[in-house]
């Protein structure tokens, strides 16, 4: 099947290309970074999607040096193989940074490449001192307002609540970056909802995957919101998001210890971004321990942010409407 044509993308630094036989595999990823989409320059890192069977045929012998729940990983000098459990097959060039993966089912190809994608931009950027963190990150009047939550705790359907209120701007629905000044800065690749988001969203701008572990996700496109895009916001507040069953809504003081324990488990790759991780550890998961100063690196950013940022706990109810209005209410108060 003939190869489609190179599309570039640069995430802070982080330049790279997608091409390949999968134009479903292909397009998902392009609509995802389209925030970040650029000319080439030459010297990006080349991402392939091919969708034919995995060839395992000529691979080295060798035993396997990772488990995940996704796959297999294998070591060989300056290669990694990562095997789908037979359904697709990745290989990483270690030296040139390149990944190309072989699948006939489409979303597995995207899937994979999505995460790759993750992970590398994560640890290129963990190295220039600007780190990930799990939470929907908004802004508004130029401050940022960062909540955070679990995993299916909310904050992709909050942030689509919080999107009706033209004021609010959105930095990332699942994953901002903050830099060393605790500024938060943009990572806008999709709105992630387990629900259809209704008439409002045109099918056009949306796509249902399925992915390896979590089942099936609608994502609205980048698109879709892009006028409603920051760029980067400076600090403002932090809300530690937890779900309850009450109808209502609420907004209660914290202390700076609990906030600090969220934001550092939740920018720590491995724990509150666990997605990826066989593209950056070598033999296994205790090889983040070892990673002393990109830890003090996160902690600096984090204690940075919470300096200059209110910090709450925010009680999540049945109600989305409500909760957008309590987060939007209360940023209009300390925020103005």
């Given amino acids: 099947m003939a190869q489609s044509s190179a599309t ?12 390949g036989s999968s134009p479903r595999a292909v397009d998902g ?6 925030f970040f989409r650029s000319q080439p320059l030459g010297g990006e890192v080349r991402i392939e999607v091919v969708e ?31 095997d789908y459990h037979g359904k697709a097959l990745g290989t990483h060039d270690l030296q040139h940074g390149g990944f190309r993966v072989q699948s006939l089912d ?5 899937e994979s490449c999505y995460l790759f994608l993750l992970s590398q931009i994560s640890q290129y950027l963990d190295l220039r001192g600007m780190h990930r963190i799990h939470a929907l990150g908004a802004s508004l009047n130029g401050r940022a307002i960062l909540v955070l939550a679990p995993m299916g705790g909310g904050k992709s359907t909050l942030c689509a609540h919080l999107l009706r209120y033209p004021e609010v ?11 060393p000044r605790g500024r938060v ?19 056009e701008r949306r796509r249902l995957v399925q992915r390896m572990e979590f089942g099936p996700k609608v994502l609205v496109d980048y698109d879709y919101f892009a006028d409603r895009v920051c760029p980067a916001a400076e600090p403002g507040i932090v809300l530690l998001g937890s779900r309850t069953l009450s109808s209502g809504c609420s907004i209660e003081r914290t202390s700076l210890a609990d906030g600090l324990r969220a934001m550092v488990s939740n920018s720590v790759v491995g724990l509150g971004l666990y997605h990826g991780l066989e593209f950056i550890l070598e033999r296994s ?3 983040l321990l070892s990673k002393v100063n990109v830890a003090g690196s996160r902690l600096r950013n984090c204690l940075e942010l919470m300096r200059r940022s209110q910090v709450r706990r925010l009680m999540l109810g049945r109600d989305s409407e409500l909760n957008a209005e309590t987060v939007v209410r209360f940023a209009r108060e300390v925020l103005a």
Avoid at 29 to 34: G, P, Q, V, Y
Avoid at 60 to 80: F, L
Avoid at 106 to 110: A, E, F, G, M, S
Wanted: aromatic fraction near 14%; glycine fraction near 6%; proline fraction near 10%.
């Fill in 52 to 82: 034919e069977p995995p060839r395992y045929d000529g691979l080295p012998a060798g035993a396997a040096s990772i488990y995940t729940p996704r796959n297999v990983v294998y070591r060989n000098g300056t290669r990694t193989f990562v």
């Fill in 106 to 110: 489409p979303n597995l190809l995207y």
């Fill in 8 to 19: 570039a993308f640069e995430v802070y630094g982080y330049r790279f290309l997608v091409a």
């Fill in 169 to 179: 701007k959105l930095l990332s629905d699942d994953s901002p970056y903050i830099d």
């Fill in 29 to 34: 990823i392009c609509r995802d970074f389209a």
């Fill in 185 to 203: 800065h943009a990572f806008p690749l999709h709105l992630g909802l387990l629900a259809e988001p209704g008439s409002q969203v045109p099918e």
């Fill in 285 to 287: 998961a205790w090889e």
